[in-house]
Structure formats: C-alpha cells, structure tokens
C-alpha cells in the first residue's frame, strides 16, 4: 500500500507543552494540506529532557496530550506516530510512543525499553518491558525510542512473530549532532537486516545538555535513502508503498535461512 510520511523535525521548546504544542497543530496542517497519510513526531516533543519540569509541573497520564493528539488526528483524519511524551503514572515516568489512526484512536502505547544513562534516563524514567508492534490502514508496523536502534535483537524480535510481520519501522528521537554518523548507519543497517522501511524523525536545536543532530531520514528495506534533511527545522515527506518487501524478502529470503539451531534466540 503507497503511504506517504510527513516527518516533523521540530526544535523542540525546552519545558514548555504549550509552545511545542502549537508547533505540532500548525507542522499537521501543513502535512494534511500536503497529503501526506502518517506524520511522525520526534520523541518527548512535549518537554524535552527537562527532567525538572517533568517531576514538578507535567501533567499525569499524560491526558492532556494525548487529547490533544486525538482531536488532531480525528479532526484531520490523518495517522499520527505522535513521537514520545513524557507520561506519569503511579509506576513511575515512562518515555512513552503514541500512535493514532485517523479516527482518533490510540492504536499503540510504546515505553522506551533501553534507557540512555548519557542523558540521565535512568535517573528519571522507567524502563518499559512491552513491544512497539502495532497495526494501521497500511499494516503492521513497529515503534521504537532513539537508543532502542543501537539493539538489534531487541529490533529483530518484532520481525520474528508468528503472525503478523512489520513493513515499516518508526523510530522517534532526540539524537545529538555529535553522533549523526552512527544514527545514519544504525538506521541503514536496521532496515536491510529486517527487510523494512524505516522512518526516522529526530529532533533538531538544542536544549542546556546537548546540540542535536536532524538528518531525519527514510530507508528502503535495500538501505536506499529516499529522504533526508539537514539540521534545518522542517518537515520531511516520502512516499513509498509496503508491497515492495515482498519482493525484495523472495528475493533474498534471510528470515527462512535463519540457523536458529545455531543462534541462542
Ligand atoms: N535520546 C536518546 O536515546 C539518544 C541516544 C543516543 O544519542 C545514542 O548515541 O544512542
């Protein structure tokens, strides 16, 4: 099925909901009157790593936002991988992925399972313990958090359910300028060693800690970029159709010379 992306590389407000959240409202307007059928955010564009904000003034359950985010997605009647937002709950803080289809509905809540001790996520936030997999118009995709892609097992573990396979891979980040090289390469090789597109929105500016990198991007399951941007704040589209990987998947069909026999998973 031909889906066309719309990621929004946004410098992200530092502990400001408010404002973060208007640049999302105006960044899906645009993306709607472009046509595109999923847009993706990066992660917590709500606040970004403002821990402090997060403990004393963010909201719980994150309700707010995620009404916000249903309203948007229904009202335009598009899908929406709604990046991460910071969600409390009485088990703790979770980094946690939002996805909606264009009803409206919350198809997906993903918690970040790999925690980024260089940016203090241990120190603040729980591990999340489930999958990213999850299922819109298009099929069934995945969902992971920025430090999840340098896991390949844990990647690899969503292309090894036994009934349903992800074409598509969304990956929402804040990923620092310093390693954009190792972003770039860890996302080329995610997509050809599972065979699936990936879509990739990072952030873009810089809060107190850190400067970050964009170059939000789109991998064919061959390792081709179809798209990417610089450092710019704007918003990147692509289209590609999912029925590609059945193709490329006969073609060199590693998921059936797996040598499980061999391997400890
Ligand atoms: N927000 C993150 O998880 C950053 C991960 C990162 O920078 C890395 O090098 O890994």
New binding site residues.
């Given amino acids: 099925m031909k889906i066309k992306t719309a990621l929004v590389q946004m410098d992200v407000v530092f502990g400001d909901p408010g404002a973060n959240r208007r640049k999302v409202k105006q960044a899906v307007e645009d993306a709607v009157a472009e046509k595109a059928d999923v847009i993706v955010l990066p ?2 564009w709500t606040t970004g ?1 403002d821990f402090d904000f997060i403990k004393e003034e963010l909201e719980d359950e994150a309700s707010d936002t995620i009404l916000f985010l249903q309203e948007l997605a229904r009202g335009h009647r598009v899908n929406l991988i709604a990046g991460s937002v910071a969600k409390k709950t009485e088990d703790g803080t979770f980094n946690t992925l939002l996805v909606f289809n264009r009803h409206g509905g919350l198809r997906k809540e993903y918690s ?1 399972a ?1 925690l ?1 001790r ?2 203090n ?1 241990e120190k603040h936030l729980t591990q999340g313990d489930e999958g990213g997999m999850f299922k819109l118009e298009h099929g069934y995709a995945a969902g992971f ?6 896991f390949p097992e844990w990647m690899r573990t969503h292309m090894l359910h036994p009934k349903f396979t992800p074409d598509v891979f969304y990956v929402v ?4 300028k310093a ?1 954009i090289e ?2 770039r390469a860890l996302l080329i090789a995610r997509a050809i060693e599972n065979q699936v597109f990936v879509v990739a929105c990072n952030r873009t500016g810089s809060d107190p800690n850190n400067a970050f990198g964009g170059h939000s991007l789109v991998i064919s399951p061959l390792g081709e970029v179809l798209a990417e941007t610089g450092e710019e704040e704007t918003t990147l589209y692509a289209e590609f159709d999912t029925e590609d990987v059945q193709e490329i998947r006969e073609n060199i069909p590693v998921f059936q010379d797996r040598r499980t026999d061999l391997y400890r998973q």
Avoid: N, S, V
């Fill in positions: 992660e917590m790593y970040k790999h980024f260089l940016m996520e958090i920025c430090y999840d892609i340098r980040a804040e990923w620092p390693r190792q972003w």
